[in-house]
């Protein structure tokens, strides 16, 4: 045994992260299971909460519940998926790093760029959400405009904001996670407490069939409420526990566990709050349609409260509009610098990246993870249109967790495997399938900003390749990713001739009211990529050797007490 930094090196399975980053520093391995597990609730437990519903009943109506079952079953699915890799690799920034283990660098870079963006698009989206709900308070209310677009007030106010959750991640990781464990019980209190008073309160159940009807957008709606309404978006973070997952305590127990638990949590909660939100609605804006009523909202579930003689409840709501989106935009500036630190592990990102802190925090990542969430508030300066791009950004980033389950079951059958998932033949194509199918429900018009941001990855890490960034080079292989061009362009092309594709239905290949003809073509077409990939993945050899090369030494595992 050797002793490092306090921390005891003992003999574990392949693949754990233990190797020396830059600057001869490790990463510390401090988060038990609670700390896990809080850290991925404490990412869906955010801003979703407090706009979900309120954007829900816009899309679908009452059958925005149906929505919320749908987006809940999907990324339970794909939970489950990410159970078993991050218990089989438990490295830091893990989503970033199993398609780089299964199809090398092409398809590695593809995936890690939609990691990186993901997680570093959310913490300003936590901002803006807290910025929004303050507009209740006189000394905030010239900070938005009536579109809810920042002003040069909210844009300073947004910016310090990014600076204070940055500020927080340099006291360390267990300092972090000690702050996100208090908030969380706080966010998950918060709701639960909601809705338990304003169901016994002001709970009505003509609500469900009033105005234009349960269901007045039919399933078209219902579909696209899961993406565009924030439902998915809600759900985003259970895979918090894997990108933290090199600096947890026996991470192969752990990990699973965290990222199941996460996942029932949050949807037992956002079912139940869409249920009650629906059937507290006041009778004083119960008139026209389900879209007015949405209207008639900014803070919604503050103002559901104050207009049900709920005052009290209110202002604990007002509060918690700061304190729950702060929560989850603290960790989701935590887990961009450990995106980026794997990417440059990887060798991908520049080897400044891996520089860590006396406290073993990734300084340089963390600053960057400022810049990107200043810089988001410029081009999509209101909470409603960040939703849609980080949404299938998300998506395509758990994309590549099936594809990656399904390559190391074909390639290593025998590795150790601490959680294994059952049927994972099944599901794995399945969880593939769904998240084509929500990339697909979030429209053309969100799809194609998307893909202007793939393009800026590309030119990003090749400039970090050709400008030699980092020592490792990625080997490339072009058999082993020949699929990633073909895919990203097929689910492009059909989003856009989809029923989704465009709000008033124009070039629906198959009619504006085809959607089962769109929803059966995108699942063929997933399931001949999901195949392909696998047929030209990196041989067991190969990933092993891909393995060998970014994750140091593969036979060791760092742990820091029990």
């Known amino acids: ?61 009452p059958a925005a519940i149906i929505a919320w079952c749908i987006g809940g079953v999907a990324v ?28 090398g660098g092409i398809a590695g870079a593809s995936f890690g760029w939609f990691s990186w963006l993901q997680a570093a698009t959310v913490a300003p989206i936590e901002v803006m959400a807290a910025i929004q709900y303050a507009q209740h308070y006189h000394f905030a209310s010239s900070w938005m405009n009536a579109a809810g677009d920042l002003r040069s007030w909210g844009l300073l ?63 078209k709606g219902v579909l ?42 949050g949807i037992v909660i956002y079912v139940v709050l869409q249920v009650v939100f629906i059937g507290a609605l006041p009778s004083s804006v119960m008139h026209g349609t389900w879209s007015t009523v949405a209207g008639a909202f900014t803070s919604p579930w503050a103002q559901v409260a104050s207009l049900g003689s709920l005052g009290w409840l209110a202002v604990i709501l007002y509060i918690d509009a700061v304190i729950s989106p702060s929560g989850t ?32 925090v990734p300084w340089f990542g963390l600053i960057i993870s400022f810049v990107i969430g200043a810089v988001c508030f410029l081009p999509f300066p209101s909470w409603s249109s960040l939703v849609g791009i980080i949404t299938s950004a998300s998506v395509l980033m758990y994309a590549g967790a099936p594809l990656s389950l399904g390559v190391f079951r074909k390639r290593l ?5 601490p959680y294994r998932l059952g049927g994972a033949s099944v599901i794995s194509p399945v969880a593939f399938i769904l998240s084509n199918f929500i990339i697909m429900w979030s429209g053309w018009i969100t799809d194609y900003k ?51 594709g465009h709000a008033d239905g124009a070039h629906a290949w198959f009619g504006a009211d085809a959607m089962w003809w769109d929803l059966a073509i995108m699942a063929v077409f997933s399931l001949v990529i999901y195949y392909w990939a696998r047929t030209v993945s990196l041989s067991g050899e190969e990933i092993q ?12 595992v760092l742990t820091v007490g029990e």
Request: aromatic share 10%.
């Open 450 to 500: 998307l893909g202007l941001a793939i393009i800026l990855g590309i030119i990003i890490i090749g400039a970090n390749y050709i400008f030699k960034g980092n020592p490792i080079k990625p080997d490339w292989n072009l058999k082993a990713a020949s699929w990633v061009l073909p895919y990203l362009l097929g689910v492009g092309l059909l989003t856009y001739g989809s029923a989704w």
């Open 224 to 265: 696209s409420a899961v993406s565009t309404s924030g439902i998915v978006f809600a759900f985003l973070g259970f895979e918090q526990a894997d990108q933290l997952a090199g600096e947890a305590k026996n991470p192969q127990r752990n990990l699973p566990r965290a990222v199941i638990a996460s996942v029932i949590i």
């Open 157 to 219: 106010v947004a910016i310090a904001f990014m600076a204070v959750l940055v500020a927080i991640n340099f006291l360390g990781i267990r300092h972090l996670a000690n702050t996100n464990s208090v908030m969380t019980w706080w966010k998950v209190g918060i709701p639960l407490l909601t809705i338990f008073v304003v169901a016994i309160a002001n709970f009505h159940g003509s609500r469900f069939t009033a105005l234009d009807g349960f269901a007045p957008y039919g399933a």
């Open 413 to 417: 059958p025998n590795a150790n495997r």
């Open 545 to 556: 050797a891909t393995i060998d090369k970014v994750v140091v030494p593969e036979e060791t």
């Open 76 to 103: 339970l699915v794909l939970g489950l998926v990410h159970a078993e890799l991050g218990g089989m690799y438990p490295v830091s920034g893990g989503t970033a790093r199993f398609p780089h283990y299964a199809f």
């Open 1 to 61: 045994m050797t002793e490092v930094q306090g921390a005891t090196i003992t003999g574990g399975p392949a693949g754990l992260e233990t190797g020396q980053p830059q600057g001869g520093r490790v990463l510390k391995r401090e988060i038990g299971l609670i700390g896990l597990t809080w850290a991925s609730v404490g990412s869906i437990i955010g801003s979703g909460w407090l706009f979900g519903a309120w954007k829900g009943i816009h899309a679908a109506g």
């Open 329 to 360: 935009g603290l960790i989701y500036a935590t887990s961009t610098s450990r995106v980026s630190f794997g990417l440059s592990r990887n060798g991908y990102f520049p080897r400044i990246f891996e520089s860590l802190d006396s406290r073993g």
